[in-house]
Each structure stands twice: as C-alpha cells, then as structure tokens.
C-alpha cells in the first residue's frame, strides 16, 4: 500500500460528486472517451464497466498516472500535459474536463478546448465541470482568494461557443456541505499529509447534495456547473 505521504493521492476516492458525474455522462456504449486530467482513473473504470471500447486519460501527476493503471487496467494513461497537439492520439466520441479549466492559464481555456474540438468525432460530446460564480461557492473556496476561477454560466458559454462548442445540457450541483468537505481535505492533505477525519459520514452527506442536482442554481445546488456540449455548425 501506498504511503499518504504522497499528496496526490490523498482524498483519491470515489465520491458522490464522481456518481453525479458518471450519471450526467449518460450512455457510453461504444464510446472512445479522453479524460484531460484523469486524477485516479475513478472515470476510465467506470466508462469500461459500461461499455466503451477505449477510454484514455491524461494526467500531470506521476504518482496519479501509476495509480490510475491500478485502477483501471484496461485503460491508457498518459503522464502528457493536454495543451499541446493531441492529434496523435486519435479522435474519440467523449472528451471529459472535469474540474480542469479553472486550472489552464488565464486566457488560454478557448485554445484549449479548440484542440479538443480538433480531436473529436462527428457526433461526439464535451463533458465538462468547473466551480459555478456563486457567493457561497467563492466565499468558501479558500483558492478563490488566491485566484481560483469561478464561472458563471454565461461566461462558460461564451467560451464554449469561442471554441466551436455549442452547451446542449447544462445542471449544478453541490453546497455547502461540498465546500466544508473540501476545505477539511485541504486542511489534512496539506498540513497533516493525511486522510480527513470523518470522511464517511461527509461523504454521504456531500453525495445527497449532489444527488439534488438541478438545472438553475439553489444553496444546495451552487458549487459546480457541469456542461454536456457539442461541436457547433460552422
């Protein structure tokens, strides 16, 4: 067993926030998926258990990238950055950016996800989560202050159509018991190097309010905006 003294691997777990995503994802028979920043692989598992034929997953982390092979076995798993060509890669019907585009450079999320519209298949889909423009979910977000982008829904749709995107479906989830959540992570992973306490019983609570998910944003429903788009005519 790995030690927890790897940071990357603290808090890699299968939660409820994952399950939102999964059942958002809907069918993924005969899918080729291309998950940009993979983390543990909780996404390639799942997309082979329901019958894609390829699943591939990018990640920064090396620590990450070895523990997503354990994971998901069946899977490709790059140690690549995604802002770069991609077009050795091949094309895929999915392509995932889960909690990734507050990450990019600031300016660069329209070149980026260009080069994914480049590698994906007539028909295909983006999936896509980042943190929702919210009070509470700027207010709790102990990055935000460090610069942590938020988006509202009409900035992400403007990037989106930037890009040649056009958002088909677009829902919110997660409050305050996801914001506690993760600022109780952060505070053992990068203080203590180890698992939160409780992480049982926040976790159920953290799945119920994902469970509430909605398509116009409420206290419980304020966190994360996640987007399914497609390639825009033109």
């Not at 899977?75 to 889960?98: Q, Y």
Request: negative net charge.
């Amino acid at each position: 067993m790995r030690s927890l003294l790897e940071r990357d691997l603290i808090g890699q777990r299968f939660t409820g926030r994952h399950a939102f995503l999964c059942e958002m994802a809907g069918d993924l028979t005969g899918a080729s998926t291309l998950d940009i920043g993979c983390g543990f692989g909780w996404f390639e598992r799942y997309t082979l258990e329901h019958g894609a034929t390829r699943a591939v997953g990018l990640e920064l982390s090396e620590p990450l990238v070895e523990r997503a092979g354990e994971e998901a076995p069946g899977a490709e798993f790059l140690h690549r950055d995604a802002s770069g060509d991609l077009s050795d890669l091949g094309s895929f019907t999915v392509l995932c950016l889960f909690d990734v585009l507050e990450h990019l450079p600031k300016g660069s999320e329209v070149a980026v996800l260009r080069r994914l519209r480049a590698a994906l298949e007539p028909g295909g889909r983006l999936l896509l989560s980042t943190p929702f423009n919210s009070l509470l979910s700027r207010i709790l977000d102990p990055a935000w202050y460090l610069g942590h982008r938020h988006y509202s829904r009409e900035r992400l749709e403007a990037i989106l159509a930037e890009a040649g995107f056009e958002a088909r479906r677009v829902r919110f989830a997660g409050g305050a018991v996801e914001q506690f959540t993760m600022i109780w992570l952060y505070l053992w992973k990068w203080l203590f190097r180890r698992e939160m306490p409780f992480a049982g019983p926040l976790e159920r609570a953290r799945a119920r309010e994902y469970a509430a998910h909605s398509a116009t944003p409420s206290l419980k429903a304020c966190v994360t905006i996640f987007a399914e788009a497609v390639a825009s005519a033109g």
